[in-house]
T-cell receptor, first 113, second 115 residues
């Protein structure tokens, strides 16, 4: 089983839709959960991160972690065309490799005007 | 402006011709790493460095070398490039080792083609 699994999509939604992006992971020792956004021809940029189970909200974005199910989600409310990008989940902090991140393969999102 | 820079941004080369991709950060970050990004495979870590003169292998280190002689620079060296190293490469830096959750700042990427 891969350490981090993410549906690559692509996902296409109309403007204003609620978007749900998800990852599952296999190692229960992981402690840090992040979402990165990557626009075409650019490097990834950190969008959200959290240490614990539960929800974290930042504007239109909500990150959700369920450690018991080893499942993380990113919700985007009122999606905009400018949200069109690849979204990567990243998980880290497993035992001695506290500084190593494992990335999902990314989900390509297109928000249509 | 806080940033991670990479050079070159684009490179086409031939098999076996040694090359170096430079990475530099101006944020005094301790931790730096190199990733490659391939379609269907996502971002995979090649090497990382926890501080000057301290480096270690990531998930896909074969065919690559790195060095960390100064805190700000972390070059990626391909001694004898092969076509399977054709990829998009990203350098990243993080403020400290305290938490992996600290923001990783990514460079703009280097698109390498090995013929």
């Amino acid at each position: 089983q891969k350490e981090v699994e993410q549906d690559p999509g692509p996902l296409s939604v109309p403007e204003g839709a609620i978007v749900s992006l998800n990852c599952t992971y296999s190692n229960s020792a992981f402690q840090y959960f992040m979402w990165y956004r990557q626009y075409s021809r650019k490097g990834p940029e950190l969008l959200m991160y959290t240490y614990s189970s539960g929800n974290k909200e930042d504007g239109r974005f909500t990150a959700q972690v369920d450690k018991s199910s080893k499942y993380i989600s990113l919700f985007i409310r009122d999606s905009q065309p400018s949200d069109s990008a690849t979204y990567l989940c990243a998980i880290g902090g497993s035992g001695g490799s506290n500084y190593k991140l494992t990335f999902g393969k990314g989900t390509l999102l297109t928000v249509n005007p | 402006e806080a940033q991670v820079t990479q050079n070159p941004r684009y490179l086409i080369t031939v098999t076996g011709k040694k090359l170096t991709v430079t990475c530099s950060q101006n944020m005094n970050h301790e931790y730096m790493s190199w990733y490659r990004q391939d379609p269907g495979l996502g971002l995979r870590q090649i090497y990382y460095s926890m501080n000057v003169e301290v480096t270690d292998k990531g998930d896909v280190p074969e065919g690559y070398k790195v060095s960390r002689k100064e805190k700000r620079n972390f070059p990626l060296i391909l001694e004898s490039p092969s076509p399977n190293q054709t990829s998009l490469y990203f350098c990243a830096s993080t403020p400290s080792l305290a938490r992996a959750g600290d923001t990783q700042y990514f460079g703009p990427g280097t698109r390498l083609t090995v013929l």
